[in-house]
């Protein structure tokens, strides 16, 4: 009987030891809830007061958390770098953010064209070099699916898409800050 006592305390510290450990480990490794909220209000730049946070799901396996929050009764989404704690892509528009159709010259009645006019700061190879090294992957590693610009919600981005080990990895790179606003790689 003692000895069965013996071994069952020896579990159950193993075990509060094994959790502590996991604990600490997503503990120093990712940013908390709290920050990501921070994170988020402080895109939006509004009061944390005037958001409702509906969901705030981790992702491990991508080291994302995926957020749906509500200001002025929009839905928004969000995807948080875990480590970061930036935003690699959200579907709010700050309200200095135009859309094309808003920032045409309306004296201008002879064209019509649904595109921006954007000064690239830079090119679509620094975009290339740029997700590489985010990756961690050199161009001899992947097969390239796609490699162009487009409009995305109003902005010029560079979207890169490529495989590395069955994986599937999509970027979007704006062209002018040069910043990548998203992210995600899946099973190829």
């Known amino acids: 009987m003692k000895q069965s006592r013996k071994i069952l305390i020896i579990v ?14 997503y503990k120093i490794n990712f940013i908390g809830k709290d920050k990501v909220q921070n994170v988020v209000v402080e895109h939006m730049d509004v009061a944390k007061s005037d958001v409702y946070f509906d969901s705030i799901d981790f992702e491990l396996e991508k080291g994302i958390y995926e957020v749906d929050a509500y200001y002025q009764n929009q839905e928004y989404e ?24 808003e920032s045409k010259d309306n004296s201008n009645t002879g064209n019509s064209s649904n595109t921006e006019e954007v000064t690239a700061t830079i090119t679509l190879e620094e975009a290339v070099q740029k997700v590489l090294q985010h990756a961690n992957l050199t161009d001899k590693q992947v097969t390239w699916k796609e490699k162009k610009q ?39």
């Open 12 to 25: 159950i510290v193993v075990i509060i030891l094994l959790l502590l450990s996991i604990f600490g480990y």
């Open 150 to 188: 487009e409009i995305d919600d109003g902005i010029s981005v560079y979207e890169i898409d490529f495989i590395y080990q069955n994986q599937e990895y999509e970027y979007k790179v704006r062209v002018d800050t040069g910043e990548i606003i998203f992210y995600d790689y899946d099973r190829y």
């Open 78 to 101: 969000f995807k948080i770098d875990a480590k970061k704690g930036t935003v690699i892509y959200t579907n709010y528009k700050k309200a200095t953010e135009k859309l094309p159709e």
